[in-house]
């Protein structure tokens, strides 16, 4: 990845990648084809498939409408995962 990312927003690249490809093979569409949906370049897609790239907010949202699914299927199967408390932080 080109910015060093905490290990669960790794995670959850990688998890929203897998997502997305279920859904986009759901639909029977290519990369292409989603990235035209949803405005964005296919190389962008790629990389967000692959987990290389984190997904801000909004491309979720057109990815979603691309492949005619809710956000939330996108994000199917994730949760935060409290880290302990540092000593003093409470």
């Given at each position: 990845m080109g910015r060093k990312h905490e290990p669960q927003a790794e995670k959850f690249s990688l998890h929203l990648g897998r997502n997305l490809v279920e859904s986009r093979k759901r639909v029977g569409l290519?990369?292409?084809?989603?990235?035209?949906?949803?405005?964005?370049?296919?190389?962008?897609?790629?990389?967000?498939?692959?987990?290389?790239?984190?997904?801000?907010?909004?491309?979720?949202?057109k990815l979603a409408g691309a492949v005619e699914v809710e956000p939330c299927a996108l994000l199917s199967g994730m949760a935060w995962q409290l880290a302990e408390p540092k000593e003093g932080s409470r």
């Open positions: 290519s990369q292409q084809g989603v990235a035209d949906r949803a405005g964005l370049h296919r190389t962008e897609v790629s990389l967000i498939e692959r987990g290389k790239r984190l997904a801000r907010l909004d491309t979720i949202v």
